[in-house]
């Protein structure tokens, strides 16, 4: 059986945005308006630090330095198409990318 529940780690921006929306879901577009590719994993991590080195996000993604993560979103995934694409490279964490808007079923603030 497919699993249907996965989790986001955003900051504070994307969360307001969610918030925002009916429903929650997360959105398919990036704050300039373009076409994002959404990444989300199986795992699940209460500290934002912890989060950040197994998913290479935050202050150590490899590209660019992105917002550090504040909040765990939960995500039903039953229903939307998505790739698994292993292990993050550098990182510990699993990976998975869709084009599809998940519904957010909750919102949690992570530790640090």
């Given amino acids: 059986m497919p699993e249907t529940v996965a989790y986001r780690y955003v900051a504070d921006g994307e969360v ?3 918030r925002a929306s009916t429903p929650q879901v997360v959105p398919k577009q990036n704050a300039e308006g373009k076409p994002k ?40 995934v039953s229903g939307i198409s998505y ?21 957010v079923t909750a919102i949690t603030v992570l530790g640090p």
């Fill in 16 to 18: 307001a945005v969610i």
């Fill in 37 to 76: 590719i959404i990444y989300f994993t199986w795992d699940l991590y209460t500290s934002a630090s912890v989060a950040e080195v197994a998913l290479q996000i935050g202050t150590f993604h490899p590209g660019v330095a992105t917002d550090i993560p504040t909040d765990r979103l939960d995500l039903d």
């Fill in 83 to 103: 790739i698994f694409t292993g292990t993050v490279p550098g990182g510990t964490g699993t990976q998975l990318t869709t084009y599809d808007s998940p519904l």
